[in-house]
Structure formats: C-alpha cells, structure tokens
C-alpha cells in the first residue's frame, strides 16, 4: 500500500530519467544504493553504461522494476527489463510522448514549420465550419 | 676621425640638425621617387676634380661629399604584400537547389533557390520569377539563411553566359528630361532587356516543374519568412 507523502522511492528496480550528462534524456535502472546522495544506474537496453550517478541529476519515474535483486549484473538485468517490458512502458507514458512532441517541435525545419501552418488551417478551416453550422442550427 | 661623433637629439624630440640640414646631409634630392634621376648630377664631380694636384689627402677626405663615398638610397620598395584576392568558401550547407531565405535588399525575406556560384564569390539565384517575383540575382552569402529544403535542380543546365559580366549594368547616358518626360502621360518606362526576360524563362522553366513535384513547395516559395511572437532566430532550426 502506498502511504505517506512520497509516492515514488529511491530503490533497487526504480527506474529513472537521467537529467544531465553525456546520457541526459535516456531512462536507466537503479541497482544499488550508495548513499543518500548517490546510486548505482545501469540501462544495459538504453545505452547508459553502469555508473554511479548523484540522485540531483535524476528524476524518479513510475515504473519499478519488481523484486530485482540488488546488484545485479548489466546481462541478467537485460534480461529482466525485457521480460518486464520496462523500455516499452515507459515509451507508452504521457511524460515520454511530451518529451518526444517537444524534440520534434524543435526539430522543425522552416519548410516543416510551413506545412504546418497550412494543415492546421485546414484543419481549423473544417472544425470551424461544422461548428457554424451547428450554431445556426441551435439558433 | 675627421668628423667627431655627434648625439643625434639634443634633447628628446629636438634633432640636432635642422630639417633642411638633414635633407642635404641625407642628399635626399637625389632620391629619385618618379624615375627621373636629376640630369645636374653629372657635372658636379668634373668641378671637385679640377685642382687635384694640389690637395693633399686630408684635404680631400675633409672635403669629400658623402654621396661620392657612400651609395644612395634608391625607390623605396614596398613591401610584397601576402593576402590572396579570391572568391570567398561556399558555406557546406548550401548546395545547388537549396532554398535560400533572403535577409536584406530588395527581396528580403524571400524564399529563393540557389543555382550556383558565380567566380565573384556571389551566389546566382532565381525565385523562380513566376512563383515569386525574384529574377535571376546575385547575392552575397553573408546576406542568405541556408535551409535545409533541397529542390532537385539536377537536370537543370545553367548558360554559361550567365556570369558576373552578365549581371553588370550597361552604361547610361546621363538623363537630361525634365519633370514632363519622368512624371508626364507619356513618360516611358525602361523596358526590361529582352534577351534577359527569355534567359529567366529558360532557366526557370525546369525548375519550376521540379518545384511541382512537391507538396506544399511552390507556395513555400511565394511566401516570406518572418519571425512570430517567441521565435528567436538561434534556436530555430532551418
């Protein structure tokens, strides 16, 4: 039962979002605590090399990896994330999918910025149609 | 010594010889500066050489003139220069058929397409002048925002007469009308040189249909790049 007023713990299994580094913006999972500072990080499936990381320069997700022993090797820990699907339930969450829509906003090319403009006029073109229909009809 | 050593500056900043002394001393009158050496030069050595007999050698060393002694100076040579007058390096981001945003001048905010680059260093670019008005145009590199938006303009075989020479304005006569002649009903408007407009025709033709091919890209080309509320040129991304 989750009581008290942290919801989400620094444990073995926690899954984190490595903020700042080489790996910012890859999840990892946490494997051993070192002390109340830092962890030991390892993302065999997300390309983070095992490391000892200060827990300023991460942020605790949701998703924990259940009753993964504590220093486990990157091979056998591989092999948990994928039967737990961790890479793939982290993908699937809205906090990932707002990370993507930023990157790609900011990906823009000026020519993609053209495009859409023009789609989203279309689109508001069609919406607001319908919806001056529907307001005539009410009246 | 025949001539004691005498400190050049009286005091800092004073010379000891005045400017006229030192022009002699120096025979600067024989420091030719057009290559016209003074033809007096000659008859000057035929009078010293007269008594000759008579002077002993002190005589001769007290009175010699340095010019006789020493070799005078001659044109000042300037300095061989080490900078390399040529065209300036094509940024790598911009390749024949990128689109190219104008930032100043006449078409500025224009998206245009660039075709090549010309000795000068200038980039040659065209709108195309259907879509938007920009005709064949040189412009410097220094002045454009490469975007990343390639049209193929592989087929596209520019005129090597179009050149630099090209683009250089023909020599008018001096306009002498009167206000009538500019402003009147009848005044006439400079005619755009024909050859030019069927050059843009020509050059314009295959590019457009290649413009065709792509959604959306012909009418990215007859607007203009602007920024909006929030947008700051170093974080966009072209």
């Given at each position: 039962m989750k009581s008290g007023s942290f919801q989400r713990l620094v444990e073995v299994g926690r899954v984190v979002l490595i903020n700042s580094g080489s790996d910012a913006g890859k999840i990892a999972t946490?494997?051993?605590?070192?002390?109340?500072?830092?962890?030991?990080?390892?993302?065999?499936?997300?390309?983070?090399?095992?490391q000892v990381v200060p827990l300023n320069n991460v942020v605790l997700t949701d998703i924990v990896v259940k009753s993964l022993p504590r220093a486990i090797g990157s091979k056998r820990l591989a092999v948990f994330l994928e039967k737990n699907q961790v890479v793939e339930a982290w993908q699937k969450s809205a906090w990932a999918k707002k990370i993507d829509a930023r990157q790609r906003r900011a990906n823009l090319s000026d020519f993609d910025r053209f495009k859409l403009m023009r789609l989203k006029k279309q689109q508001r073109n069609i919406v607001d149609r319908q919806v001056a229909l529907l307001k005539k009809e009410r009246a | 010594m025949a001539k004691s050593?005498?400190?050049?500056?009286?005091?800092?900043?004073?010379?000891?010889?005045?400017?006229?002394?030192?022009?002699s001393k120096r025979a600067a009158y024989k420091?030719?500066?057009?290559?016209?050496?003074?033809?007096?030069?000659?008859?000057?050595?035929?009078?010293?050489?007269?008594?000759?007999?008579?002077?002993?050698?002190?005589?001769?060393?007290?009175?010699?003139?340095?010019?006789?002694?020493?070799?005078?100076?001659?044109?000042p040579k300037s300095k061989a220069g080490r900078k390399?007058?040529?065209?300036?390096?094509?940024?790598q981001s911009i390749t024949p058929g990128t689109v190219l945003i104008l930032l100043a001048g006449r078409f500025r905010g224009k998206r245009v397409v660039f075709l090549k680059q010309l000795k000068s260093g200038l980039l040659?670019?065209?709108g195309p002048?259907?879509?938007?008005?920009?005709?064949?145009?040189?412009?410097?590199?220094?002045?454009?925002?490469?975007?990343?938006?390639?049209v193929d303009i592989s087929g596209v075989k520019i005129d090597a007469k179009v050149s630099d020479e090209y683009f250089k304005g023909e020599?008018?006569?001096?306009?002498?009308?009167?206000?009538?002649?500019?402003?009147?009903?009848?005044?006439?408007k400079k005619e755009h040189p024909a050859h030019k407009?069927?050059?843009?025709?020509?050059?314009?033709?295959?590019?457009?249909?290649?413009?065709?091919?792509?959604?959306?890209?012909?009418?990215?080309?007859a607007s203009s790049f602007s920024l909006s509320k929030g947008q700051a040129p170093h974080t966009l991304k072209f």
């Open positions: 946490i494997v051993e605590i070192v002390d109340h500072r830092r962890a030991i990080v390892d993302g065999p499936t997300t390309n983070v090399k095992r | 050593a005498h400190k050049n500056q009286l005091a800092p900043g004073i010379s000891r010889l005045s400017r006229s002394k030192v022009f420091i030719v500066k057009d290559g016209k050496a003074k033809v007096a030069e000659t008859e000057k050595p035929k009078k010293a050489e007269a008594p000759v007999s008579e002077r002993s050698d002190l005589v001769k060393a007290l009175t010699a003139e340095s010019n006789s002694v020493y070799p005078v100076s001659t044109i390399a007058i040529r065209a300036p390096k094509l940024r040659l670019i065209t002048f259907k879509i938007n008005g920009v005709p064949l145009r040189r412009v410097n590199q220094a002045y454009v925002v490469a975007t990343s938006t390639k020599k008018e006569a001096k306009p002498k009308g009167d206000e009538e002649e500019f402003f009147g009903k009848d005044a006439k407009i069927a050059d843009q025709k020509v050059v314009d033709k295959e590019i457009v249909a290649a413009v065709a091919k792509v959604p959306f890209l012909a009418s990215y080309l």
